[in-house]
């Protein structure tokens, strides 16, 4: 399984963008999927977390009611919309997946399967 996400830009606070994950290979066994992002100088941090066997939905503090993550189709497995864009929310967004339903799906060690990430650079 390979994941790739795309969409990512350079934008002015205020606008909107949407990110998504392709993933190839069978994506009928993830259980888990997330969006993570990591800005320079700073951690990994969960963005949104989707457990699709229970519908579970978890977003990161600094982006609820901002961002909404969403499921694909069979090419494109996720997606994450994103408005009011802040300069904060300025990184290199990846997605993630797993098979294993088991786990914690907001935790980045869940995660087994990463894409290369995109770049969003959110200027004031």
């Known amino acids: 399984v390979q994941l790739q996400a795309s969409g990512g830009g350079a934008v002015q606070a205020g606008d909107s963008l949407r990110l998504s994950c392709a993933a190839s290979?069978?994506?009928?066994?993830?259980?888990?999927m997330g969006w993570f992002r990591q800005a320079p100088g700073k951690e990994r941090e969960v963005v949104a977390a989707?457990?699709?066997?229970?519908?579970?939905?978890y977003y990161g503090d600094s982006v609820k009611s901002r961002f909404t993550v969403s499921r694909g189709n069979a090419k494109e497995a996720m997606y994450l919309q994103m408005n009011s864009l802040k300069p904060e929310d300025t990184a290199v967004y990846y997605c993630?997946?797993?098979?294993?339903?088991?786990?914690?799906?907001?935790?980045?060690?869940?995660?087994?399967?990463w894409g290369p990430g995109t770049l969003v650079t959110v200027s004031s």
């Open positions: 290979g069978s994506t009928f066994y993830f259980r888990a």
């Open positions: 993630a997946a797993t098979n294993n339903g088991k786990r914690d799906y907001r935790e980045i060690g869940s995660y087994d399967f």
């Open positions: 989707v457990h699709w066997s229970t519908s579970y939905v």
